[in-house]
Protein backbone atom coordinates (compact mmCIF):
# COMPACT_ATOMS: atom_id res chain seq x y z
CA UNK A 1 0.00 0.00 0.00
CA UNK A 2 3.06 2.81 0.78
CA UNK A 3 3.63 2.42 -2.88
CA UNK A 4 0.45 2.59 -4.86
CA UNK A 5 0.12 6.08 -4.98
CA UNK A 6 3.74 6.47 -6.93
CA UNK A 7 3.73 5.47 -10.59
CA UNK A 8 6.01 2.90 -11.91
CA UNK A 9 7.94 3.51 -14.93
CA UNK A 10 7.65 0.47 -17.70
CA UNK A 11 8.39 -2.94 -16.91
CA UNK A 12 12.00 -3.45 -18.27
CA UNK A 13 11.72 -7.00 -19.31
CA UNK A 14 8.71 -5.62 -21.53
CA UNK A 15 10.96 -2.56 -22.92
CA UNK A 16 13.56 -5.68 -23.76
CA UNK A 17 10.99 -8.10 -25.36
CA UNK A 18 10.03 -4.86 -27.47
CA UNK A 19 13.14 -3.56 -28.38
CA UNK A 20 13.94 -7.17 -29.41
CA UNK A 21 10.93 -7.82 -31.37
CA UNK A 22 10.79 -5.04 -33.26
CA UNK A 23 14.58 -4.64 -34.11
CA UNK A 24 14.30 -8.32 -35.53
CA UNK A 25 10.63 -7.07 -37.18
CA UNK A 26 12.97 -4.15 -39.03
CA UNK A 27 16.00 -6.23 -40.18
CA UNK A 28 13.43 -8.94 -41.58
CA UNK A 29 11.66 -6.67 -43.19
CA UNK A 30 14.58 -5.24 -45.09
CA UNK A 31 15.89 -8.81 -45.90
CA UNK A 32 12.58 -9.95 -47.08
CA UNK A 33 11.49 -7.08 -49.12
CA UNK A 34 13.34 -6.11 -51.74
CA UNK A 35 11.77 -2.89 -52.81
CA UNK A 36 14.10 -0.11 -52.77
CA UNK A 37 11.71 2.66 -51.22
CA UNK A 38 11.01 0.58 -48.27
CA UNK A 39 14.52 -0.17 -47.30
CA UNK A 40 15.23 3.62 -47.92
CA UNK A 41 12.32 4.00 -45.50
CA UNK A 42 14.21 1.92 -42.71
CA UNK A 43 17.25 4.02 -43.37
CA UNK A 44 15.50 7.20 -42.59
CA UNK A 45 13.54 6.00 -39.97
CA UNK A 46 15.20 8.16 -37.73
CA UNK A 47 14.92 11.09 -39.60
CA UNK A 48 11.15 10.24 -40.15
CA UNK A 49 10.08 9.38 -36.27
CA UNK A 50 13.06 11.21 -34.29
CA UNK A 51 15.96 9.78 -33.36
CA UNK A 52 15.04 9.98 -29.09
CA UNK A 53 12.00 7.88 -30.24
CA UNK A 54 14.14 4.84 -31.37
CA UNK A 55 16.80 5.83 -28.56
CA UNK A 56 13.64 5.07 -25.90
CA UNK A 57 13.23 1.91 -27.62
CA UNK A 58 16.69 0.90 -28.62
CA UNK A 59 19.12 2.43 -26.47
CA UNK A 60 18.85 0.68 -23.18
CA UNK A 61 19.57 -2.47 -25.22
CA UNK A 62 23.05 -4.23 -24.42
CA UNK A 63 25.51 -3.20 -26.78
CA UNK A 64 26.01 -6.63 -28.49
CA UNK A 65 22.48 -7.29 -28.91
CA UNK A 66 20.27 -6.95 -31.93
CA UNK A 67 18.60 -3.73 -30.77
CA UNK A 68 22.09 -2.50 -28.77
CA UNK A 69 23.46 -2.81 -32.45
CA UNK A 70 20.94 -1.10 -34.33
CA UNK A 71 20.90 1.40 -32.35
CA UNK A 72 24.40 1.83 -33.10
CA UNK A 73 24.05 2.06 -36.57
CA UNK A 74 21.36 4.54 -36.65
CA UNK A 75 23.14 6.80 -34.34
CA UNK A 76 26.71 6.73 -36.18
CA UNK A 77 24.52 7.86 -39.10
CA UNK A 78 22.91 10.34 -37.48
CA UNK A 79 25.66 12.15 -36.05
CA UNK A 80 27.45 12.07 -39.60
CA UNK A 81 24.33 13.74 -41.03
CA UNK A 82 23.72 16.17 -37.96
CA UNK A 83 27.42 17.19 -38.68
CA UNK A 84 28.93 16.31 -41.91
CA UNK A 85 31.88 18.71 -41.84
CA UNK A 86 33.52 17.87 -38.49
CA UNK A 87 32.78 13.89 -39.73
CA UNK A 88 35.01 15.12 -42.17
CA UNK A 89 37.14 16.73 -40.46
CA UNK A 90 37.79 13.43 -38.06
CA UNK A 91 37.60 11.19 -40.91
CA UNK A 92 40.32 12.49 -42.77
CA UNK A 93 42.40 12.82 -39.55
CA UNK A 94 42.18 9.41 -38.60
CA UNK A 95 42.68 8.21 -42.27
CA UNK A 96 46.11 8.66 -42.79
CA UNK A 97 46.72 6.58 -39.25
CA UNK A 98 44.09 3.57 -40.34
CA UNK A 99 44.74 2.98 -43.91
CA UNK A 100 42.79 -0.89 -43.67
CA UNK A 101 39.84 0.11 -41.35
CA UNK A 102 39.55 3.44 -43.95
CA UNK A 103 39.36 0.76 -46.88
CA UNK A 104 37.17 -1.26 -44.48
CA UNK A 105 34.48 1.36 -44.05
CA UNK A 106 33.92 1.97 -47.61
CA UNK A 107 34.17 6.04 -48.20
CA UNK A 108 34.52 7.74 -51.35
CA UNK A 109 37.40 9.17 -52.14
CA UNK A 110 38.28 12.03 -50.90
CA UNK A 111 35.62 11.43 -48.59
CA UNK A 112 34.34 14.82 -47.83
CA UNK A 113 30.96 15.69 -45.67
CA UNK A 114 28.62 14.27 -48.59
CA UNK A 115 30.59 11.36 -49.36
CA UNK A 116 30.37 10.06 -45.33
CA UNK A 117 26.55 11.12 -45.17
CA UNK A 118 26.15 8.69 -48.25
CA UNK A 119 28.99 6.15 -47.08
CA UNK A 120 26.24 5.58 -43.67
CA UNK A 121 23.31 5.71 -45.56
CA UNK A 122 24.47 2.76 -47.92
CA UNK A 123 26.06 1.24 -44.52
CA UNK A 124 22.26 1.00 -43.73
CA UNK A 125 21.22 0.42 -46.69
CA UNK A 126 23.14 -3.17 -46.65
CA UNK A 127 22.00 -3.58 -42.99
CA UNK A 128 18.14 -4.36 -44.69
CA UNK A 129 19.66 -6.13 -47.54
CA UNK A 130 21.01 -9.28 -45.73
CA UNK A 131 24.27 -8.39 -44.93
CA UNK A 132 23.20 -7.14 -41.77
CA UNK A 133 27.52 -8.65 -40.39
CA UNK A 134 29.22 -6.35 -42.90
CA UNK A 135 27.29 -3.49 -42.30
CA UNK A 136 28.14 -4.01 -38.64
CA UNK A 137 31.96 -3.87 -39.58
CA UNK A 138 32.05 -1.11 -41.83
CA UNK A 139 30.63 1.01 -38.83
CA UNK A 140 33.01 -0.37 -36.30
CA UNK A 141 35.96 0.93 -39.08
CA UNK A 142 34.54 3.94 -39.74
CA UNK A 143 34.08 4.66 -36.06
CA UNK A 144 37.84 3.59 -35.17
CA UNK A 145 39.04 5.87 -38.61
CA UNK A 146 36.72 8.28 -36.32
CA UNK A 147 37.92 8.11 -33.12
CA UNK A 148 41.68 8.60 -34.32
CA UNK A 149 41.04 11.39 -36.15
CA UNK A 150 39.28 12.84 -32.82
CA UNK A 151 42.40 11.93 -30.82
CA UNK A 152 44.56 13.56 -32.89
CA UNK A 153 42.63 16.67 -33.45
CA UNK A 154 42.39 16.22 -29.36
CA UNK A 155 46.21 16.13 -29.04
CA UNK A 156 46.29 19.05 -31.55
CA UNK A 157 43.95 21.28 -29.06
CA UNK A 158 45.08 20.10 -25.57
CA UNK A 159 47.60 23.20 -25.07
CA UNK A 160 45.13 25.83 -26.22
CA UNK A 161 41.91 24.22 -24.98
CA UNK A 162 41.95 21.44 -22.85
CA UNK A 163 38.31 21.11 -21.77
CA UNK A 164 37.50 20.46 -25.43
CA UNK A 165 40.63 18.33 -26.07
CA UNK A 166 39.68 16.21 -22.99
CA UNK A 167 36.05 15.93 -24.41
CA UNK A 168 37.33 14.98 -27.65
CA UNK A 169 39.11 12.20 -26.29
CA UNK A 170 36.73 10.78 -23.77
CA UNK A 171 34.52 10.94 -27.39
CA UNK A 172 37.83 8.84 -29.13
CA UNK A 173 37.75 6.48 -26.74
CA UNK A 174 34.01 5.51 -26.27
CA UNK A 175 33.61 5.38 -30.21
CA UNK A 176 36.43 2.74 -29.92
CA UNK A 177 34.34 0.91 -27.34
CA UNK A 178 31.39 1.16 -29.94
CA UNK A 179 33.54 -0.65 -32.84
CA UNK A 180 34.85 -3.49 -30.12
CA UNK A 181 31.09 -3.95 -29.77
CA UNK A 182 29.87 -3.72 -33.52
CA UNK A 183 32.67 -6.50 -34.12
CA UNK A 184 31.46 -8.63 -31.68
CA UNK A 185 28.04 -8.07 -32.81
CA UNK A 186 29.17 -9.03 -36.24
CA UNK A 187 30.44 -11.99 -35.02
CA UNK A 188 27.45 -12.69 -33.06
CA UNK A 189 25.54 -12.44 -36.43
CA UNK A 190 27.55 -15.10 -38.19
CA UNK A 191 27.38 -17.63 -35.71
CA UNK A 192 23.53 -17.08 -35.48
CA UNK A 193 23.68 -15.88 -31.53
CA UNK A 194 22.91 -12.27 -32.13
CA UNK A 195 19.33 -11.62 -30.10
Same mark, same amino acid.
Given at each position: MD???????????RVSEAAHLSAHALVQAGKLNDDPEIRERLVRLAEDEGLEVIAEL !???????? *????? !?? /??????????NPEAMASFF?????? $????????? #???PP? #??? /???MTSSILTGAFDGEFDVA????? $??????? /????EQADAADFSHPE?? #???TGRAHALLK? $??? *??????SWRRGELD
Open positions: FDPFEGGADPA !WSKAPARS *LPGAL !WR /LYAIRAATVNAAGARQ $AQVSRVVAG #AAEG #AEE /LCNLERTA $AYCRVIA /LGQARA #ALMT $AED *LEAAAA
